[in-house]
């Protein structure tokens, strides 16, 4: 592939020879395969490259004038906090910390590739375009660059910055500031490393600045700089999870039924049920009475979801009152049940009812909702749950 040289040029990914169509889809193949690389870098659970991560990070130092640093090496994010120096007192006539430095080159850096690249986003960095199909929208005149936007950093951010970095990120007890989530850097570092190995040309001290974050990613877990210390974690010792059914891209998601999710080598973990995090006991021990009690109710629903409604009924002592054909939702039912222990310290009912709309994966989810105790007919539960009455909701064509 050719491209524009010198300062300005683009990239310009879709500006091809007559067989355009030809050559784009064969780039679009060797950058599914070239995602799949950075997938595994990100899913990775080797021990940490320990030498080449702190080459990497001895190069970013340098690049701020700063000596090398020492290394303290732990074996999970939840580990570093204690080896970390107290967060600087933002003042006007400090000087600058150097993991403000680091990010606000790194901000510059992404910001030069991407008009670069001139990949199509808003102000706010989202795309104008969301591309179908990849081939489908290739061969309707979709640029290139559009599709790896899509395919490339969008699937890998799903994947790995927002499951499995995001849900490692909500299980800490604290965080540190300013840290970087190595291997789990990898939708940003993989989108600008395909486009130039698919052709697209950096100027040569961004490519050797971009080298330096994908050799971490390639190498160690989450680490933090600072003036004369840094921290890195390990990689995990376990990643669990799946595909996200429906995804265009191979999106996948933390889950295991069997234990955690991710699981570090020090024995610091995260649990997640189809990609939402649960605390231990959703996947270790749930039961009917941990059920009752728990507040949050996307975890009720997956601590459910994980015994099965009829097991929870069983476990819960849960008596049917009334069951009603569902008028909104055809073919499912409305079952409403009295509940023996309180909700909220009063007595209650649960109604059980199909979700409308349909998940990505083409299923319906079960949720129970909990109604007042005075309801003794599931029409009108349903109903007021959607502020209706029950006749109202009886009339209802379609519901969500």
Not at 50 to 55: L, Q
């Amino acid at each position: 592939m050719t491209a524009p040289r010198g300062p300005g040029a683009r990239a310009s990914l879709d500006r091809k020879p007559p067989e355009q169509e030809s050559l784009d889809r064969e780039r679009w193949f060797r950058a599914v395969g070239l995602r799949a690389e950075w997938l595994g870098h990100a899913l990775s659970c080797a021990p940490a490259d320990r030498a080449a991560a702190e080459a990497a990070t001895v190069s970013l130092y340098a690049l701020h004038h700063r000596p090398p640093p020492r290394f303290v090496w732990v074996g999970s994010p939840a580990a570093a906090r204690r080896h970390l120096p107290p967060d600087p007192v933002l003042s006007t006539t400090a000087p600058v910390p150097l993991e403000s430095r680091i990010a606000g080159a790194l901000w510059t850096l992404r910001r030069r590739l991407e008009r670069h690249l001139d990949v199509d986003r808003d102000g706010f960095g989202r795309r104008l375009e969301e591309p179908a199909e990849p081939l489908t929208a290739l061969r309707s005149g979709t640029p290139l660059r559009t599709v790896l936007d899509a395919g490339v950093h969008g699937a890998l951010r799903q994947s790995v910055h927002e499951s499995v970095a995001g849900l490692i990120r909500a299980a800490l007890p604290a965080r540190p500031r300013f840290g970087w989530y190595g291997q789990q850097e990898a939708h940003w570092i993989a989108h600008y490393d395909i486009h130039r190995r698919l052709g697209a040309r950096f100027s040569a001290s961004d490519t050797a600045h971009l080298g330096l974050w994908a050799a971490l990613a390639r190498s160690c877990g989450w680490w933090w700089p600072r003036e004369d210390v840094c921290v890195l974690s390990d990689r995990p010792q376990e990643i669990h999870t799946e595909p996200i059914a429906g995804g265009a891209y191979g999106e996948i998601r933390l889950h295991n039924a069997e234990g955690p999710a991710v699981l570090f080598r020090d024995g610091w973990s995260c649990y997640a049920w189809h990609g939402t995090a649960v605390p231990p006991w959703v996947i270790e021990s749930p039961t009917a009475e941990r059920i009752t009690e728990e507040r949050n109710t996307e975890v009720r629903r997956c601590a459910i979801e994980r015994i099965g409604w009829p097991e929870f009924i069983a476990q819960a002592g849960l008596s049917l009152v009334a069951r009603a054909p569902d008028p909104g939702n055809p073919g499912a039912e409305l079952l409403l049940y009295d509940a023996p222990y309180r909700q909220k310290g009063a007595s209650a009912r649960l109604l059980l009812a199909v979700n409308g709309s349909q998940e990505r994966d083409g299923t319906r989810r079960r949720y129970g909702l909990h109604v007042p105790p005075w309801f003794d007919d599931a029409l009108d539960a349903a109903g007021w749950s959607y502020g209706l009455t029950g006749a109202q909701y009886a009339g209802l064509l379609r519901r969500t």
